[in-house]
């Protein structure tokens, strides 16, 4: 089994930064691809950025050259980092941390429990 852990949301100025980050624990060996999340309320989750196991990164088109994703696949385990910078009020959501795992020949998709980010004035 793999659990996640989001941390490092809050309330921020437009214009602002914040740094989140995600700690997997469990069956860290059996993690691939990992990702951010979010969801806006009255809205769909949608994908934010990724990163492959080894180091691939994808952005969506409104937080590229605004967002980084990262990783650091430490000994006992894995974490998840997502910087953001110039946020913008449209930013506002509940970020969700994702990972997939392959154990026992079966593939998981994983999420952690969310950390909202507020960008206001």
């Known amino acids: 089994q793999v659990q996640l852990v989001e941390s490092g949301g809050g309330l921020v100025q437009p214009g602002g930064s914040l740094r989140l980050s995600c700690a997997a624990s469990g069956s860290i060996s059996s993690i691939g691809a990992m990702g951010w999340y979010r969801q806006a309320p009255g809205k769909q989750r949608e994908l934010v950025a990724k990163?492959?196991?080894?180091?691939?990164?994808?952005?969506e088109d409104s937080v590229t050259g605004r967002f980084t994703i990262s990783r650091d696949n430490a000994k006992n385990t894995v974490y998840l980092y997502l910087q953001m910078n110039s946020l913008k009020p449209e930013d506002t959501a509940v970020y969700y941390c994702?990972?997939?795992?392959?154990?026992?020949?079966?593939?998981?998709?994983?999420w952690g429990k969310g950390t909202l980010v507020t960008v206001s004035s």
């Open positions: 994702n990972a997939f795992a392959v154990l026992r020949a079966q593939v998981y998709s994983v």
């Open positions: 990163i492959t196991s080894g180091g691939s990164t994808n952005y």
